[in-house]
């Protein structure tokens, strides 16, 4: 299962390396929403609890372009047909997915967080860093998660790009608690990682429950 | 199959439901704080309650599908799904009264249950276009099943974060769902849950009489056309 | 909060009890429309049949 799931993983990435379909464009829709809020919120610079839900809900809708095209490639070229036929186990498919997703938005975080950094918070990023990329690691399992299994599922649906969204957006909501009060205490002039690891907990549980639930669920997904 | 039990618990969904209201208003004493507006905590919790219940029944009813292939399980899950956002709406317009009479406002986000509820509400929502998009019948009581699955283990989870978030941004000054209730005012609200419980089972079964009365005609009108194409 | 005096707050909760008795009926009501159609059809099924 595993080398079957590495071989699909090395596939996607190896698309996405030469087509640049998803990366860049969620990467620039980052750095593009960074530009509306600071318009919106006719703020020059955020920190704390502003700078955490500005951060976390961007790049929640970033995930979802992310999840749209996360079957894309198949869906063009008919290959998940193909992929259907060949004795493949379906939670192969589903962990590559994931994978790839959770690559795809490491990615976009490596320039986007520190984009972040640059226009838009306050106080210096560099001081809280290894508790906030633990943040990111778990949240991003999480999103992946839950982004494969939304994928999957309205995969085989008419009105796909408004599924996603309206699917994925809700189920984040305890990513996105989590996240943005991990993150808070984390982006103020004061730092100081208070209740980390309660939520650390917290997105760890969820990553838990939805790595379990998805595993044994996605068999019954793209089944034919 | 439906009649003989149906009978009884429909009568004793109203007994409960007659005898709930009369502790309401004639039983359950005045709240200190709250006054009048309290009351309305028997109705508003109760269908909360029962409607997450029902979310979380709807899964497991889901997962009795995958297994056995059966599709009278993904119609029951269907069922539960339907009647639970149905009392969801119920929920978010009395909560909103609630919050109108208590605060003055229509809405309040230090509640976690009704909050938590929103989200939930809005996931659920998106289970008639997702399944009503998928046309073969097969896939689409199984993926409505993995749907209900992966909700119904969202609901808890998502109850837990917004709880554990409110404790931060709101901490609780006036806690009226549970913890410490004097003596009368929780038996009228286990005497309310009950009721609702109640209620739903019946509407569950009622419903899905219709949709098996319905099925079985949609089945005999079949044969009847096959029938007069062979004799014709 | 102050207590609303009864006459104010008797409208809030009067309001929140018939949101909920509404949603029972009608729902009450769909349900019996539709198996006041299947009986319909079931007995025109059997009239086109004798």
């Not at chain 2, 439901?17 to 009351?39: N, R, S």
């Not at chain 2, 009264?97 to 509400?121: C, M, N, R, T, Y």
């Not at chain 2, 005609?217 to 029938?227: G, I, S």
């Amino acid at each position: 299962m595993i080398a079957a799931a590495g071989a699909i993983l090395r596939k996607d990435l190896r698309l996405e390396l030469r087509t640049k379909e998803s990366v860049p464009a969620m990467t620039l829709f980052t750095l593009t929403v960074y530009v509306l809020f600071h318009f919106g919120l006719d703020r020059d610079s955020l920190d704390g609890e502003l700078a955490a839900g500005v951060l976390w809900v961007t790049l929640l809708l970033a995930a979802v372009i992310g999840v749209s095209r996360l079957f894309a490639a198949e869906r063009e070229q008919g290959g998940i047909d193909g992929l259907l036929l060949a004795p493949v186990d379906r939670t192969a498919l589903f962990v590559a997915k994931a994978a790839a997703l959770f690559l795809f938005l490491a990615a976009v975080e490596v320039v986007a967080v520190p984009a972040f950094g640059l226009l838009l918070l306050g106080p210096e990023l560099g001081g809280a860093l290894p508790e906030l990329i633990a943040v990111l690691a778990l949240a991003d399992l999480g999103i992946a998660t839950v982004g494969a299994l939304v994928a999957a599922l309205a995969a085989e649906t008419n009105a796909r790009e408004l599924i996603v969204p309206l699917l994925l957006l809700p189920l984040m909501v305890p990513v996105l608690i989590a996240s943005a009060q991990a993150t808070e205490p984390l982006l103020r002039q004061d730092q100081g990682p208070e209740d980390l690891a309660r939520w650390l907990g917290v997105l760890t549980l969820y990553d838990v429950v939805f790595v379990l639930l998805s595993v044994a669920v996605f068999d019954y997904l793209l089944e034919d | 199959m439906y009649s003989k039990g149906f009978r009884s618990l429909a009568l004793a969904t109203v007994v409960t439901l007659a005898t709930a209201l009369t502790l309401v208003f004639f039983y359950a004493p005045l709240d200190a704080d709250q006054g009048f507006i309290q009351k309305i905590f028997y109705v508003h919790v109760p269908m909360a309650i029962v409607a997450l219940g029902g979310f979380v029944a709807g899964g497991v009813m889901a997962i009795r599908h995958l297994r056995s292939g059966d599709p009278s399980w993904d119609v029951r899950s269907y069922v539960a799904i339907h009647l639970s956002i149905i009392l969801g709406v119920g929920v978010l317009a009395t909560g909103a009264i609630w919050a109108k009479a208590s605060w003055g406002h229509w809405w309040v986000w230090d509640e976690p249950v009704l909050v938590s509820f929103l989200v939930v509400f809005l996931l659920y929502c998106v289970y008639y276009p997702l399944r009503f998009s998928i046309e073969d019948p097969g896939r689409q009581a199984r993926y409505s099943s993995v749907f209900a699955i992966a909700a119904g283990a969202f609901v808890p989870l998502n109850f837990i974060a917004v709880r554990l978030a409110e404790a931060y941004t709101h901490p609780r000054v006036l806690s009226q769902t549970g913890g410490s209730l004097p003596g009368e005012m929780r038996l009228t609200f286990l005497v309310s849950l009950l009721a609702m419980t109640l209620l739903f089972v019946t509407l569950w079964k009622l419903e899905l009489t219709a949709k098996h009365a319905a099925m079985q005609l949609r089945r005999l009108k079949r044969r009847l056309a096959e029938r007069e194409v062979v004799t014709t | 909060m102050p207590a609303l005096p009864l006459d104010e707050a008797g409208k809030y909760v009067a309001g929140a009890y018939v949101v909920f008795l509404t949603l029972i009926v009608v729902y009450v009501a769909i349900i019996g429309a539709k198996i006041a159609r299947i009986d319909r059809e079931l007995t025109e099924l059997v009239e086109d049949d004798e």
